[in-house]
């Protein structure tokens, strides 16, 4: 492992990140101690049209992976309409890659809490949940406990703080379908139906849960808000970029030195993080890569240098995502790994549209074919046909979201599928797993 530069380090900006390494980081004793709720008391201070406003100025988007500026999407529940209004957290963090949020609510679980509450008080909610996967058992153990200690302190249940705010906050337990992360699967599934998405419009904003005004965010993006109280709009725009402010975690997984979370301006380069994590894996040279996990178009060596913010991993081709990036190198196949991930989608296709249900099921039989030494040359346009019939055709983003790998695969790597085609690469799978494909 090679260490980074002082310059390269220097980079590295831990806000939300900033109390993971303290011991028993998660009891409210030592969250209180490292200025945790001093946001709180600031924010029922003021009046929640401001904080709105703050978070508007602020510049914050959505960390969930769209990027939806926070402060509009709070600026469009209707106040004074009489309905109940929800906070609802996403934390399903179901990309294959990410690692960002279920690290937060195990180490630092009360900085979620308080922006819950920030957030609620603003959007004038009474009732918020954050709504977890099913398999983080511990990140929801944590999470509960902090529920807990929160309403023993008066954070959180009937006249909060003195203020005659109210808010009731639920943390509850997914299945564990990657579908469920979407928004609106997410409200079905939390009001007791199978997670299926909904049509919009309405949007969340005005029908949500129980049809009523609803806000979904990532885990991020509300742990975020605390920090924005405190420091204010200016300091969180004096890190990332124009249209892209403040931290974020970028979580390194793959073939270097140090995998794990490495919180960082927006707008850092690859060659930057890889640094920071240590370099490369002895032997290793990088060859492929995602930006944001599997749903985003794959990128290579040549895009090094590019900015990791919305705008400039747009500018390349791809999208900023959930900044999971994974590390491929000279030893892994594009072709093998585009294969592993489509038999994920095809999984997590909850069915609802055609072009997601059939075209997975058919894609994942054609990269059988072809990686156990049987495909053609014609294989490689049925699967861009096939993206092309789901692409913007689908219910629902995992439709697009599967398609990224197929197609960025093919125009960087076309030359791996001819090898299998061509007899050059031997076969990757047996003829029983072909036999066995379904
Ligand atoms: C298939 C699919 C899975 C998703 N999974 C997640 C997830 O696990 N966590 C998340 O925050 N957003 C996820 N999203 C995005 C959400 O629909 C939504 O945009 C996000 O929760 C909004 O929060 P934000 O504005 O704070 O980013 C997913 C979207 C799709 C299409
Ligand atoms: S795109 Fe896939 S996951 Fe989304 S609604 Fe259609 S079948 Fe379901």
Same mark, same amino acid.
């Given at each position: 492992?090679?260490?980074?530069?002082?310059?390269?380090?220097?980079?590295?900006?831990? #806000?939300?990140?900033?109390?993971?390494?303290?011991?028993?980081?998660?009891?409210?004793?030592?969250?209180?101690?490292?200025?945790?709720?001093?946001?709180?008391?600031?924010?029922?201070?003021?009046?929640?049209?401001?904080?709105?406003?703050?978070?508007?100025?602020?510049? =914050?988007?959505?960390?969930?992976?769209? @990027?939806?500026?926070?402060?509009?999407?709070?600026?469009?529940?209707?106040?004074?309409?009489?309905?109940?209004? $929800?906070?609802?957290?996403?934390?399903?963090?179901?990309?294959?890659?990410?690692?960002?949020?279920?690290?937060? &609510?195990? !180490?630092?679980?009360?900085?979620?809490? %308080? @922006? +819950?509450?920030?957030?609620?008080?603003? /959007?004038?909610?009474?009732?918020?949940?954050?709504?977890?996967?099913?398999?983080?058992? !511990?990140?929801?153990?944590?999470?509960?406990?902090?529920?807990?200690?929160?309403?023993?302190?008066?954070?959180?249940?009937?006249?909060?703080?003195?203020?005659?705010?109210?808010?009731?906050? +639920? #943390?509850?337990?997914?299945?564990?379908?990657?579908?469920?992360?979407?928004?609106?699967?997410?409200?079905?599934?939390?009001?007791?139906?199978?997670?299926?998405?909904?049509?919009?419009?309405?949007?969340?904003?005005?029908?949500?849960? $129980?049809?009523?005004?609803?806000?979904?965010?990532?885990?991020?993006?509300?742990?975020?808000?605390?920090?924005?109280?405190?420091?204010?709009?200016?300091?969180?725009?004096?890190?990332?970029?124009?249209?892209?402010?403040?931290? &974020?975690?970028?979580?390194?997984?793959?073939?270097?030195?140090?995998?794990?979370?490495?919180?960082?301006? &927006?707008? /850092?380069?690859?060659?930057?993080?890889?640094?920071?994590? @240590?370099?490369?894996?002895?032997?290793?040279?990088?060859?492929?890569?995602?930006?944001?996990?599997?749903?985003?178009?794959?990128?290579?060596?040549?895009? =090094?240098?590019?900015?990791?913010?919305?705008?400039? #991993?747009?500018?390349?081709?791809?999208?900023?995502?959930?900044?999971?990036?994974?590390?491929?190198?000279?030893?892994?196949?594009?072709?093998?790994?585009?294969?592993?991930?489509?038999?994920?989608?095809? !999984? %997590?296709?909850?069915?609802?549209?055609?072009?997601?249900?059939?075209?997975? $099921?058919? &894609? #994942?039989?054609?990269?059988?074919?072809? =990686?156990?030494?049987?495909?053609?040359? %014609?294989?490689?346009?049925?699967?861009?046909?096939?993206?092309?019939?789901? =692409?913007?055709?689908?219910?629902?983003?995992?439709?697009?979201?599967?398609?990224?790998?197929?197609?960025?695969?093919?125009?960087?790597?076309?030359?791996?599928?001819?090898? $299998?085609?061509?007899?050059?690469?031997?076969?990757?799978?047996?003829?029983?797993?072909? +036999?066995?494909? !379904?």
């Amino acid at each position: 492992m090679t260490a980074p530069r002082p310059e390269t380090l220097a980079k590295l900006t831990p #806000v939300l990140t900033k109390r993971w390494l303290s011991p028993d980081a998660w009891r409210i004793g030592t969250y209180e101690k490292l200025d945790g709720y001093a946001a709180l008391r600031k924010a029922l201070k003021a009046h929640p049209d401001d904080l709105i406003q703050l978070i508007k100025d602020s510049g =914050l988007r959505g960390r969930g992976g769209a @990027g939806f500026p926070t402060g509009l999407k709070w600026g469009f529940i209707p106040q004074g309409d009489g309905k109940p209004h $929800y906070l609802v957290v996403n934390a399903d963090e179901g990309e294959p890659g990410t690692c960002k949020d279920l690290p937060l &609510m195990t !180490h630092d679980p009360h900085s979620l809490v %308080e @922006g +819950v509450i920030i957030a609620s008080y603003a /959007i004038r909610a009474n009732r918020a949940y954050i709504y977890i996967r099913g398999e983080a058992v !511990h990140a929801a153990r944590r999470l509960r406990n902090a529920v807990r200690e929160a309403y023993a302190k008066g954070y959180l249940g009937r006249n909060i703080q003195g203020t005659g705010f109210d808010l009731d906050l +639920v #943390v509850h337990s997914g299945a564990g379908a990657y579908i469920c992360g979407e928004e609106t699967a997410l409200l079905d599934s939390l009001e007791g139906f199978r997670g299926q998405p909904r049509l919009r419009p309405p949007f969340p904003a005005t029908h949500g849960l $129980y049809a009523s005004p609803t806000v979904v965010n990532n885990v991020g993006t509300i742990a975020s808000v605390p920090y924005i109280v405190l420091g204010g709009a200016d300091w969180w725009k004096t890190m990332g970029t124009e249209k892209s402010s403040g931290p &974020m975690i970028y979580s390194l997984s793959g073939r270097i030195a140090n995998p794990g979370q490495f919180e960082c301006s &927006m707008g /850092i380069t690859l060659r930057e993080l890889i640094e920071l994590a @240590g370099g490369m894996q002895p032997g290793h040279n990088l060859r492929f890569w995602t930006p944001g996990g599997s749903s985003t178009p794959l990128l290579t060596a040549e895009h =090094l240098d590019v900015p990791l913010d919305f705008e400039g #991993v747009a500018a390349a081709g791809s999208i900023l995502g959930t900044t999971a990036t994974q590390i491929f190198s000279d030893q892994d196949c594009p072709v093998y790994a585009t294969y592993r991930w489509l038999e994920f989608y095809h !999984h %997590e296709s909850c069915g609802k549209c055609t072009p997601c249900r059939e075209g997975n $099921y058919w &894609m #994942v039989r054609v990269y059988r074919r072809i =990686l156990a030494g049987h495909g053609t040359h %014609e294989d490689l346009d049925t699967l861009l046909d096939t993206c092309d019939n789901i =692409l913007g055709r689908s219910f629902c983003g995992l439709g697009d979201g599967a398609t990224s790998s197929v197609t960025s695969s093919l125009k960087y790597f076309k030359q791996d599928y001819l090898d $299998y085609i061509e007899g050059r690469t031997a076969p990757k799978l047996s003829e029983k797993q072909l +036999v066995g494909a !379904h």
